[in-house]
């Protein structure tokens, strides 16, 4: 099935460093979300976005949507163990509610 | 106010059975959809009700149906089994009330399936 394009697929980073990760596609989308999963649990929705080029925050996390409307970064300042887990980025098909979710990045903390 | 419920958390098939998945959605949700999730991969979308009704549908075949009761409680059946269904299947609940609902969509935790 159709998967967003995201990257890293993994990262290992030490406590208090800064996290980047992207989500790329070949199509449009209106709406980007972030989740994050962790082991034995369903996503859990981070943030929302719903205008091309909107930069919203969440406390340490702050993601944005592509201007082109085909990409979209999620950053996590200043990491702390429990941000450990499994981060998804996912669009909104077009007048629908169908979400295609990316591939995952797999974040490991680092005391 | 429980969130959104799935029942089992694990179940085990052989190859050709079949099984059915049941989720109750948030409080005050009146739309659920199902998503399957393989080992390393994101929760690919299989449908959607509203309504009692299947309003969307992702790329899976007929083998897997569903069904929405009056409660908005829903059930995912997947009938002639095969390997490749074991994965993790995630219900999803939002509130279509004020239009598009899948920004606020919340998962429940997930049915484990292994088919042998």
């Known amino acids: 099935g159709q998967q967003l394009n995201q990257s890293p697929q993994s990262m290992f980073i030490q406590e208090g460093e800064d996290v980047s990760m992207n989500c790329t596609s070949s199509?449009?989308?209106?709406?980007w979300l972030w989740y994050k999963q962790d082991p034995g649990e369903g996503p859990v929705l981070l943030i929302a976005l719903y205008k091309a080029g909107e930069l919203t925050s969440n406390g340490r996390l702050t993601a944005q949507f592509g201007i082109t409307r085909k990409d979209s970064f999620l950053n996590i300042s200043a990491s702390i163990p429990s941000d450990v887990g499994i981060y998804f980025c996912a669009g909104l098909v077009l007048n629908t509610d169908k979400l295609i979710f990316g591939t995952g990045t797999r974040l490991q903390v680092f005391p | 106010d429980a969130g959104v419920t799935q029942s089992p958390t694990h179940l085990i098939k052989t190859r050709g059975q079949q099984v059915t998945l049941r989720c109750s959605p948030k409080?005050?949700?009146?739309?659920v959809s199902w998503y399957q999730q393989a080992l390393g991969q994101g929760p690919q979308f299989i449908f959607q009700?509203?309504?009692?009704?299947?309003?969307q549908r992702g790329n899976f075949p007929d083998r897997f149906s569903g069904h929405q009761f009056p409660n908005y409680s829903s059930e995912l059946n997947v009938n002639a089994l095969l390997l490749g269904d074991s994965a993790l299947y995630l219900c999803a609940s939002s509130s279509r009330t004020s239009g598009l609902s899948t920004d606020t969509q919340y998962f429940g935790p997930g049915t484990r399936l292994t088919v042998l």
């Open positions: 009700y509203y309504e009692e009704e299947e309003r």
């Open positions: 409080s005050g949700h009146d739309t």
């Open positions: 199509s449009i989308f209106n709406t």
